[in-house]
């Protein structure tokens, strides 16, 4: 049996050609669970591998001959695309200058966002590199005004339900039993936070969604971990920005829709999948005219 997950079971199928292969070793070296090996001279396949092949596809796409051909676990030759050449990738330069204009966005223009755009930027998104192969990781696109606002109301009714058990007097019972930095957070951020959403969508204001004409939902499996998911949503944030699209990522809608199974299931998120983080999107209302240089709290280099 191969790596597990949510789709797959058994390892993928590598195969040699022979006839073409030139012995260049240039696949065993790059085989990350060792399934290439070289024997005598000639490309061996190991099936006593731990793992087998999980399917990176890193083999067929550094061989010079197109001698390995790789199936199963969701990937086949036919998968291969050309390599973008060094004209066509964002230099250092273009992608810090990309990183530096993105900013967070929360007023929109009264304009839909294309069908054909949240396309490309999930199809972005889905080919950028992550700590796992993207099928553990899912994305629901809610797109258009009215469907974006169904979904906040759904999901102020959980904080109106949060804000009932975790009354003020709750925080303090639970004190002595949670670490500090856990009590303020509830105390300072999470509860008021919940207030906010509650109150303005009383007044008629969505400080959620923040009226977004979409909204892009991930999630992952029991197989995956949450930085798959909140990883492929940064490339998504990304992708989005590169098209002219403004963007926010938004962390207060998944603690509510992984407690609400109905609501998963009305957005086809399969049964036991984790719904992680959202990304707003829409054509920005506000011009930026100035970036901030931003720091991390620490940065130690060790020699």
Known sequence: MGVIHSLYR??????IDERTCKRCGQCTSICPGEVLTMKDGSVRIRGDSPFGCIACGHCMMVCPEDSVRVTGRGISPEDLLLMPSSEERATVDELGALMRARRSVRRFKEKEVEPELLDR????AA?????????DVGCVTVRGQDKVRELADEIIKGYEKFLKIFKPWV???MHPFVRQATYQRFKYFIRPLAETYVGCHHEGRDVLFYDAPA???FHYSPYADLADATIACVYAMLASESLGLGNTIIGGAAPILQRNKALCQRLGIPEGNTPAIALILGY??????????RSFAAVNTIC
Not at 10 to 15: D, L, M, Q, S
Not at 121 to 124: A, F, N, P, Q
Not at 127 to 135: F, R
Not at 284 to 293: E, G, H, L, S, W
């Open 10 to 15: 058994e390892p993928a199928k590598v195969e």
């Open 121 to 124: 930027i999930v199809d972005m």
């Open 127 to 135: 080919s950028g590199p992550m700590g796992i192969p993207p099928w």
């Open 171 to 173: 925080f303090t019972l």
């Open 215 to 217: 909204v892009m939902v």
């Open 284 to 293: 920005p209302a506000t011009k930026f005219r100035r970036a901030i240089r």
